[in-house]
């Protein structure tokens, strides 16, 4: 899992190693605690426009509710995605929780007086993730903030085509997460982009989704924790 992309010329055309102290090691070191947020997430796809409000206080099966469309108007691909979400959705959205997929071997490519951005090749977290089985044929790359240390965004895209199963070839693939702060001052997904097209069965697809995660609004007597 070491395919990283050269850095620029004044690094000598060698990767340079994390360490500690780098902009990579203070976004990952920041705080994590902070309270709980109820927020919207408007999610648009070839088959679907959607926005759902999650409130992670509720007990699990109670979390989510939709906003629109109409009920009556769901179709039954909205009806499962909904019951899938209602039964995963744990209101954990902050950009801290990908340092689990970010190895020590990442690498600094470019750096300004605000930014750093490193490559790296994607590692499983702690917890089963539906990208553990594909993460060996992606590239990541990771923006962060120095000034008040956080990831600001994370790219994962496949640099050539490869078979998930013996019966599906993914031609390309990219899953974008952007980052925007939240009142506490960590960062959250505000914008996930993910684009795959390729075959199945010996019929060619291309699917392209849009999420947006906004309206954060703080949950009274939530306390402090890391969701």
């Known amino acids: 899992m070491r395919r990283s992309l050269l850095p620029l010329a004044l690094c000598a055309l060698l990767p340079l190693q994390v360490h500690a102290g780098t902009p990579l090691e203070d976004a990952l070191a920041a705080p994590t605690d902070g309270p709980l947020y109820m927020f919207d997430i408007i999610i648009q796809n070839t088959d679907t426009d959607a926005m759902v409000r999650v409130d992670p206080s509720r007990p699990q099966g109670e979390r989510l509710s939709v906003i629109s469309p109409a009920r009556e108007d769901w179709s039954d691909d909205f009806r499962k995605l909904v019951k899938e979400m209602d039964a995963d959705t744990?209101?954990?959205?902050?950009?801290?929780?990908?340092?689990?997929?970010?190895?020590?071997?990442?690498?600094?490519?470019?750096?300004?007086?605000?930014?750093?951005?490193?490559?790296?090749?994607p590692q499983p977290g702690s917890k089963p993730d539906d990208l553990d089985d594909i993460y060996k044929y992606l590239t990541g790359t990771v923006v962060v903030a120095k000034d008040n240390p956080a990831i600001l965004s994370v790219e994962m895209v496949s640099e050539?085509?490869?078979?998930?199963?013996p019966i599906a070839k993914i031609k390309d693939f990219k899953l974008k997460f952007d980052c925007s702060r939240a009142p506490d001052g960590r960062t959250h997904v505000s914008r996930v982009n993910i684009d795959i097209s390729g075959s199945a069965m010996m019929q060619g697809f291309s699917e392209t989704e849009r999420q947006t995660i906004t309206n954060l609004k703080p949950l009274p007597q939530s306390g402090m924790g890391t969701k």
Not at 91 to 120: M, Q, R
Not at 160 to 165: E, G, M, N, S
Request: net charge neutral.
């Open 90 to 121: 744990d209101g954990d959205i902050w950009c801290h929780g990908f340092g689990e997929n970010i190895p020590a071997s990442a690498a600094l490519v470019s750096e300004t007086a605000t930014k750093a951005t490193y490559t790296f090749k």
């Open 160 to 165: 050539k085509a490869f078979r998930p199963l």
